[in-house]
C-alpha cells in the first residue's frame, strides 16, 4: 500500500468537540498544518459509539473499529456523545 502523507494517533478520553479543529486532538498533533484534513481513517472504540464524520453519523459496530480503507476527505470529526479513555483514532493527513 501507497501512503502519501503522515501517520498520527490520539487517545481518548475525548469531548463532543471537533478533533479537527483548532484545539481539537488532531488539529493540536498536527501543528505544522492550519486545518488538517485526513484521508485514511481507523477507530476503535466501545461498541455503539457515536462518530460524526463531515456531518454523517455513524455507529461503530459489533466488532468495537470502524476502518475507511479508501482515500476520502474527512474535513471534521467528532464523538457527539464524547468517546471513554479506550477510544483510539488512526489516521493519516
Known sequence: MYLNGRIGQV???F????????????AAFTPEVTKPT????GIQAE???????NGVD????KTGIYEL???VSIQSLSFPNGADE???VDFIY
Not at 15 to 26: C, V
Not at 58 to 61: A, K, L, P
Open 11 to 13: 487517545l481518548g478520553p
Open 15 to 26: 469531548d463532543s468537540s471537533n478533533l479537527l479543529a483548532e484545539g481539537g486532538a488532531i
Open 38 to 41: 485526513l484521508t485514511k481513517l
Open 47 to 53: 461498541v455503539g459509539t457515536l462518530i460524526c464524520i
Open 58 to 61: 455513524i455507529r461503530i459496530g
Open 69 to 71: 480503507d479508501e482515500t
Open 86 to 88: 479506550n477510544t483510539i
